[in-house]
């Protein structure tokens, strides 16, 4: 019988829906997660623990052999990701997948002003080395942000009655639902490396991605563009965070938008 795959931060926005994938191809899970949670169903088991300090890491990795690694945020991923793999290693982990970013390695932060804008970057890089230097068989994805984390800048800049544009800054959101899906897809296999990255159907500015959200939700507000310094944001301008041929999603912003937004502008949840 095939051992249960752990999923860090399990219960996050991309976790929850690798959860969701890899039942669907009959494995179980276990999940590891800082506030716990209840299985909706068989196949699930949940751990508590904090990988920011690896408490609960070592009954999280007990008896696995495959690792979906989601847990995250801003900064701070290089280590959760050491003390990952330090629980991991011993306890006879044969394949760990870990979630990055396109641009991690195209992105310079270097100064205070790139590290302020641009830290999550070089947080995701240094978490890359971190699986790559584990010694664990590895599998790293790039992809690009997700639609679900543009759609809560928006919501948050609607509030605004002036909203602030980064000038030049141009994105290809993927739907994490997209994502999840080649995580599970990648777990499922042997260890690979670094993989051919993804990204969302569609390279809009922020400008254009706001207003699409505004015109969803019936508001108007006046935005104004404003300068960026600094070597990161020259590289963003630049691209550096886009992969325009390797596009893999297939769901536009405006779709997505459209699934999250009543007919009478009210947010909705939206499918998993």
Not at 72 to 84: A, F, Q, W
Not at 236 to 252: I, Y
């Amino acid at each position: 019988m095939d051992k249960p795959i752990l999923v860090t931060g399990g219960t996050g926005t991309l976790g929850r829906l690798v959860v969701a994938r890899l039942r669907e191809a009959g494995r179980d899970v276990r999940v590891l997660s800082r506030h716990g949670g209840e299985a909706e169903g068989a196949g699930v088991e949940f751990v508590t623990g904090d990988l920011a300090t690896g408490a609960g890491a070592g009954v999280a990795v007990d008896g696995i052999e495959v690792i979906v690694h989601c847990a995250g945020g801003r900064v701070g991923d290089d280590d959760t990701s050491r003390n990952l793999v330090r629980a991991a290693s011993p306890a006879g982990a044969r394949h760990l997948v870990y979630i990055s970013v396109v641009g991690a390695d195209r992105i310079p932060v270097r100064s205070r002003i790139d590290r302020a804008m641009f830290g999550y970057f070089e947080s995701k890089l240094a978490a890359e080395q971190v699986v790559a230097g584990s010694g664990i068989p590895w599998t790293t994805l790039r992809a690009t942000q997700f639609q679900q984390s543009f759609l809560a800048v928006a919501r948050g800049m609607a509030k605004l009655p002036v909203i602030p544009l980064p000038s030049g800054f141009r994105f290809q959101p993927i739907d994490a639902r997209e994502v999840a899906a080649r995580l599970a897809e990648l777990a499922l296999g042997e260890p690979a490396g670094l993989v051919p990255e993804i990204g969302g159907p569609q390279v809009l500015g922020m400008g254009e991605l706001i207003r699409i959200y505004l015109q969803a939700t019936h508001r108007h507000r006046l935005m104004v563009s404003v300068p960026t310094i600094g070597g990161a944001a020259a590289a963003v301008r630049a691209g550096a965070n886009l992969t325009s041929d390797r596009v893999v999603g297939r769901t536009k912003w405006e779709e997505f938008v459209a699934e999250r937004v009543g007919p009478a502008g009210e947010m909705s949840p939206g499918p998993a």
